[in-house]
């Protein structure tokens, strides 16, 4: 196996939640009876790729929800991973966490286990929001959670907000916005909120019985938002994120963007080595027993073609401000008069060798692939 | 000859003539009930569908009389459409007698006249059938009365029958048998064989169906076609018994098949006249000429990789449809295709479908257009189907386009909904006569544009299904045309022009914006849909850009789904047609050319 072309990525999937968000479409129990299975589970995975993985500048401990692990857990597992990979010196090392969860002593054990960002759950500040939202908080943990999680020493916190939530009002969102920069976060994702398929939101939205805005009032979030934040100095870096500064950005979802190579380990975690993609079956039980039997624990498997892969570096380059190289949509028949027409319609610009996404390509940056393919 | 009868069934349609076919087809003993299909006469997918016929078949019947006498009863079928009225001319002119069917509680209708007139124009004896008398609604004895009043024959002698259930299937037998006269002829006389009909099989090239008037043809003759004294040697001669059986010979008064190694149906023409090429008779059957295509469109492939097989669906479309013409044509906006001339707008339509169905492709056609002449300042005069091919209209000294005249039969209460459309088409010169009580029929000069397009469609629907259309062309005159273009930002879309009269230019070019504003999907930009005639724009509409088409989360596990989704929708864009950067649907081409219900 060859080298990596760039310093991987590792992501660890938490499959566990108290229950599930009424929006969320991430795979997730809530039997924590196989927890202490699964971590066992994880080890044996990270064992497989060994030989191929060596040193990581990034960990991400998502989910699921990661801060239910019991400590000593968590522990083994940082722990166990740091045996069998090594570690940038310097490396991000971000566990998600939700309010409810962080107390004096978690936010402390986080700390001494070498956990250097902590990404907060908040979502809303307003309990109607989070009551139809699902969670488990309320508007004051979570303010509680970002004040403790400071105490314990973390100077890189990252909030997580959602807009576009039925009858949440424009003024109401930056309202919660202000609240939140009054803890001055590293880095705050807002995200605009997404139905996923087979979700109790969807089944209620389609339903009629709730409302979610429409197309103009949720550009105008988004423009808001991005104009709020700046103005507060932050840079908006891509779509749904927002730093304090360059290097503050979340260097492991850098990765994914950049289309660096990642490794994911637990149930429905997904990886690539920059040719290839694979996702572990979403099923805890499938995929303790695939590592007890010593097999990988795919789903799927899938050699990407150069077309697939140029394709993705445009899909994934044009959510960031620092766009895609010009020779990345060179390639195709006449897409000069592409670049040019889109340039011309204010969708992208043309910066130093870069085609980088304007706010109004932003807002179309799921189509903009389109535009140089044949 | 004697214990020939050469017949053909007309009718209105739905009344029934299919079913009838079959009946007799059932009772001659060609085919048991096990093995009997609905209408095996109608072959082809499109007829059964459509109910009706478009190309015809032609089939022998055994007939063995109540005194014992046996007869070959040829039932010559004919085609039911205005595009092909040449055909049915000629298959009539291979009969001696029809039946003409009646349905017992429908009554005359309007093509039922149409029919008869053209069954009395070739001086055929018409035997009235009363059809469908099963029916709770059936009431012969006022249908009986408008066949004496309407139609002027003698309805006491009508046979009664039901074709559904095979009543009184014997009593059509022997009217064939008795009220129709058997042919005449001489066998000893040079060959002289009037073709009606040509079909293609792949093994034996064209097989030829002709009524052999005077002479006789053997296997081994050398045969001559009068219309362009082409040659050929016969290798099997016999008549149609749902499947070819052989015979020795063909003589005077029969109807039968040849076939000689003619390659494809195009090298026979419908109409005309097969003699021997050492013996040649003298006199050319009466009637024959050059069947001409009509209206003209052009197919194109929807992906253009097709083009190639396009073309071969067409050659291999072509050996069993002599009337379709084609030539290759090309578009900016469609790429390569073919240029198609049709005898008529159904024609257009079986064409289409069967190229889509039994062919399997996928097509797009442009909007149908009638042969316009154009006179130059330089005193040349050009004739252009093809808007592509519009003159400078700075040399344009005169314009003309085709005329037809239209007949129309219906009922009297819709003659003003009648008399309205034919107005709005240009209608000019209107004549009326009353064939019947409470029937007109509607005359009118029109031009042919007006009606290859939706005309039709649109006469069914203001007379709810009762008129009934036919028409003539009778010649050019002088018009005010001019081209009209569709831009899309700017760009032309040359598949979409059109040369039009100038006063039919704004409210097709309105509909034609609005039709793809509707098709055509939002952009990241604006899209402007013009028309335009000459330099002037004379409609427009604008399709406002999506402002938003994004996804929140992008991560890991997402990145395969987003990838996956653009790759379905890179092929979705592949189906579209780019003008400039606009892509467009090919459901906004088809979409043109639908008519409009308003």
Redesign the interface.
């Given at each position: 196996m060859g080298r990596l072309p760039k310093e991987p990525g590792l992501y660890v999937h938490v499959p566990f939640c108290r229950g599930k968000c009424a929006y969320c479409g991430f795979y997730s129990v809530s039997d924590w009876r196989a927890m202490s299975a699964w971590g066992e589970a994880l080890l044996r995975e990270a064992d497989l790729y060994r030989d191929r993985f060596h040193r990581f500048d990034t960990l991400y401990v998502g989910g699921g929800t990661p801060s239910v692990l019991p400590l000593e857990d968590l522990r083994k597992i940082l722990s166990g991973l740091r045996e069998r990979f090594s570690f940038a010196e310097d490396a991000e090392v971000t566990l998600e966490v939700n309010p409810e969860d962080v107390t004096r002593d978690s936010a402390f054990f986080w700390r001494e286990e070498g956990i250097s960002r902590v990404s907060v759950g908040v979502q809303a500040l307003d309990d109607a929001c989070l009551k139809t939202l699902g969670r488990r908080h309320t508007s004051r943990r979570a303010l509680e959670a970002l004040e403790t999680l400071r105490r314990a020493g973390f100077a890189n916190l990252s909030v997580d907000l959602m807009w576009g939530l039925p009858d949440q009002s424009l003024s109401g969102w930056l309202e919660t916005l202000g609240a939140i920069l009054a803890y001055s976060p590293e880095h705050c994702s807002c995200y605009e909120l997404t139905l996923e398929e087979g979700t109790p939101l969807t089944a209620m939205v389609k339903a009629g019985r709730l409302q979610l805005p429409d197309e103009e009032t949720a550009c105008e979030f988004f423009e808001r938002t991005s104009d709020f934040l700046k103005s507060r100095g932050y840079i908006h870096y891509e779509i749904s994120n927002f730093a304090r500064s360059e290097a503050l950005v979340s260097r492991h979802n850098m990765k994914y963007w950049r289309h660096g190579p990642y490794l994911g380990l637990g149930p429905a975690a997904h990886s690539f080595d920059g040719r290839r993609r694979w996702a572990n079956v979403s099923s805890v039980r499938e995929y303790g027993q695939n590592l007890s039997d010593g097999r990988a624990p795919l789903d799927f498997l899938e050699e990407l073609t150069p077309g697939q892969l140029r394709l993705e570096t445009l899909l994934l380059g044009f959510r960031m401000h620092e766009g895609v190289p010009v020779a990345a949509v060179g390639q195709e028949e006449t897409p000069n008069a592409a670049l040019s027409r889109a340039v011309a319609e204010g969708l992208l610009e043309l910066r130093d060798g870069t085609v980088v996404p304007t706010r109004k390509g932003w807002l179309v940056a799921d189509s903009l692939p389109l535009l140089f393919s044949p | 000859m004697k214990h020939i009868r050469n017949f053909s069934i007309i009718a209105h349609i739905d009344h029934g003539k299919s079913t009838l076919a079959d009946r007799l087809i059932q009772a001659a003993g060609l085919v048991d009930a096990r093995e009997f299909r609905d209408q095996i006469l109608d072959t082809l997918d499109l007829e059964r569908e459509r109910g009706i016929t478009i190309k015809s078949n032609t089939v022998t019947l055994p007939y063995t009389a109540p005194d014992g006498r046996r007869y070959a009863l040829n039932l010559i079928d004919t085609p039911g459409h205005v595009d092909f009225s040449y055909e049915v001319s000629r298959a009539l002119a291979s009969c001696e007698g029809v039946l003409l069917l009646v349905d017992a509680s429908q009554g005359v209708e309007a093509q039922t006249l149409a029919n008869l007139y053209a069954a009395m124009e070739h001086d055929l004896v018409v035997v009235p059938v009363i059809n469908k008398i099963d029916l709770p609604s059936a009431d012969v004895d006022r249908v009986k009365e408008e066949i004496e009043n309407e139609l002027a024959l003698d309805a006491d002698h009508a046979v009664l029958c039901s074709a559904k259930e095979g009543i009184g299937i014997d009593d059509v037998f022997q009217a064939v048998v008795e009220r129709i006269p058997p042919p005449r002829g001489d066998s000893e006389a040079p060959l002289a064989a009037l073709v009606f009909d040509a079909q293609y099989d792949s093994f034996r090239g064209a097989v030829v169906a002709c009524r052999v008037f005077d002479g006789r043809i053997r296997t081994g003759d050398r045969i001559r076609m009068l219309s362009n004294g082409a040659v050929y040697k016969v290798e099997e001669v016999g008549v149609f018994r749902l499947k070819r059986e052989p015979r020795p010979v063909l003589e005077a008064g029969e109807v039968g098949y040849i076939i000689a190694g003619i390659k494809t149906v195009s090298d026979v023409r419908i109409g005309d006249t097969i003699t021997l090429d050492d013996r040649p008779t003298a006199r050319p059957l009466p009637g024959f000429r050059a069947v001409k295509p009509v209206v003209f469109s052009s197919i194109y492939p929807v992906s253009s990789d097709d083009y190639a097989s396009l073309q071969d669906a067409l050659e291999k479309y072509k050996l069993n449809d002599a009337a379709l013409v084609y030539q290759k044509d090309s578009s900016a906006a469609l790429g390569q295709g073919f240029r198609c001339g049709f005898l008529g707008l159904l024609h257009l339509e079986i064409v289409q479908e069967r190229l889509e169905r039994e062919y399997d492709q996928s097509i797009i056609m442009t909007i149908p257009s009638v042969q316009y002449r154009f006179t130059l300042e330089s005193g040349e005069t050009v004739t252009v189907e093809n808007p592509q091919y519009y003159p400078d209209p700075a040399s344009i000294k005169a314009t003309e386009e085709p005329y037809i005249r239209a007949s129309i039969l219906c009922p009297e209460r819709f003659m003003g909904a009648v008399m309205k459309l034919c107005t709005e088409r240009r209608g000019e010169n209107p004549r009326f006569s009353v064939p019947g009580p409470g029937r007109v029929e509607i005359v009118f000069d029109m031009p042919l544009a007006e009606v290859i397009y939706d005309f039709y469609d649109r006469l069914k629907t203001v007379t709810q299904g009762y008129g009934s259309f036919d028409y003539e062309m009778i010649g050019y005159r002088p018009s005010d045309l001019v081209k009209l273009d569709i831009l899309v930002n700017g760009e032309k879309v040359d598949a979409l022009s059109l040369i039009v009269h100038r006063d039919r230019a704004r409210p097709w070019a309105v509909q034609v914006c609005d039709r793809l504003k509707e098709e055509i999907p939002r952009h990241?930009?604006k899209i402007a849909i013009q028309g335009a005639v000459g330099g002037k724009i004379i409609a427009r509409s604008t399709i406002s850009?999506?402002?938003?088409?994004?996804?929140?989360?992008?991560?890991?596990?997402d990145?395969?789904r987003?990838?996956k989704l653009?790759?379905k929708?890179?092929k979705g864009?592949?189906r579209m047609k780019m003008v400039g950067?606009v892509s467009i649907p090919q459901s906004a081409f088809v979409a043109v050319l639908k008519t409009d219900k308003e």
């Open positions: - | 990241q930009f850009p999506f402002r938003k088409d994004v996804t929140a989360k992008c991560y890991g596990g990145i395969t987003k990838r653009l790759e929708q890179k864009k592949k950067s």
